[in-house]
């Protein structure tokens, strides 16, 4: 069964510093592995997403992700942190072309400070 | 496009009664799925459809029924509201392999 670890609930950055949230997977199947942020009272929007091609990813907002088979994580990055990107981040994993079943982690609330 | 549209957006319930979440999503997307958010767990999955016609269960089904009669709509019902159900529930919609897309919710209290 997969399953995802996020480790730490909530992480504080200040304005301008690097942003470090953490990701570990559990699949018994090279993963499709996804990284979604919630801003409050809304709804999940997709940052990016690993589907076997490179393994660092880019996405929206200048977040990028790296997928590191043997450590199996996938951590979010964002060398300088804006106080825009306060919000809640949820990583999925989903096991194969197919199967389109989303197991998320826990979530990581990001706190800016000014 | 509108993408994935939830109604309500806000709905008070009494133990007992019940009531139906509605979800329609404009892409024609085969796949669309229920979640049930709760603080500190992340999303569950409730129910999923890879098809009009075609439904299954998630890991939290219990209490809940799905139905999918077109490929548009995926509605939500509760038979008989429990205040263990009280949540904030999202419907997602996505093609075969790509990302899910997901509606702004419906927030549901049970007193």
């Known amino acids: 069964a997969q399953s995802v670890t996020q480790l730490g609930s909530h992480v504080s950055v200040s304005e301008g510093a690097l942003v470090l949230l953490r990701c570990n997977y559990s699949?018994?199947?090279?993963?499709?592995l996804f990284w979604y942020v919630q801003y409050p009272n809304q709804g999940l929007q997709l940052l990016l997403k690993y589907t076997s091609a490179a393994t660092l990813v880019k996405g929206i907002n200048g977040f990028e992700a790296e997928f590191k088979k043997s450590e199996t994580s996938f951590h979010l990055t964002k060398p300088s942190a804006h106080m825009s990107d306060a919000a809640e981040y949820f990583c999925a994993v989903r096991e194969n072309f197919g199967n389109e079943k989303l197991t998320f982690g826990t979530g990581t609330r990001l706190t800016i400070i000014p | 496009n509108a993408g994935v549209t939830q109604t309500p957006k806000f709905q008070v319930l009494k133990t007992g009664q019940s009531m139906t979440l509605q979800c329609a999503q404009d892409?024609?997307?085969?796949?669309m799925s229920w979640y049930r958010q709760d603080p500190g767990m992340g999303l569950r999955l409730i129910h999923y459809?890879?098809?009009?016609?075609?439904?299954d269960q998630g890991e939290v089904p219990n209490g809940y029924n799905v139905s999918r009669s077109t490929t548009e709509d995926f509605p939500l019902r509760l038979l008989s509201a429990a205040p263990s159900q009280t949540s904030v529930y999202f419907c997602?919609?996505?093609?075969?392999?790509?990302?899910?897309?997901f509606g702004d919710g419906t927030r549901l209290s049970i007193l």
């Open positions: 459809s890879v098809g009009a016609g075609i439904t």
């Open positions: 997602a919609s996505s093609p075969q392999g790509g990302s899910q897309h």
């Open positions: 892409m024609n997307h085969e796949y």
């Open positions: 699949s018994s199947v090279p993963p499709y």
